[in-house]
């Protein structure tokens, strides 16, 4: 069975609207246990579950070490997928979801078909 790892950051839990925080980021890596061994050999951290870049930035060392990582040739988008959003719109998309689509799907009407609620959530954004 493939193992799929995601991490966040950004997270201000239901606090969609702070200002020292506006984007929300995902990050996923998929790879085999071999590549995660040989890409982590790169940090030689001593932390025993997790290298934190807080950490390692800190020093030559650290630094030096997340270039190394950063530039291997099994960091690509084969194996990496990120997705950044921008909070306030994630709470418009939120509205939209829970409050338009309620509406039309108590009436029968499929809001996700087509892409219509990514459609409004965007005329919305851009319009208001």
């Not at 099994?74 to 994630?90: D, G, R, S, Y």
Request: one cysteine or more.
């Amino acid at each position: 069975m493939k193992t799929i790892y995601i991490d966040e950051s950004g997270n201000t839990g239901s606090n969609l609207l702070d200002k020292d925080q506006p984007v929300f980021a995902t990050a996923s890596c998929d790879f085999s246990l071999a590549e995660a061994e040989y890409l982590l050999s790169h940090l030689s951290s001593s932390a025993a579950t997790e290298a934190h870049f807080k950490r390692l930035r800190k020093s030559p060392a650290g630094r030096d070490a997340i270039i190394k990582l950063l530039t291997d040739e099994l960091i690509n988008t084969k194996h990496i997928k990120i997705h950044a959003m921008h909070k306030e719109f994630m709470a418009l998309t939120k509205i939209v979801d829970t409050l338009i689509e309620s509406y039309y799907n108590a009436h029968g009407y499929d809001f996700y078909k087509n892409g219509q609620n990514i459609s409004y959530s965007n005329m919305l954004w851009y319009c208001c």
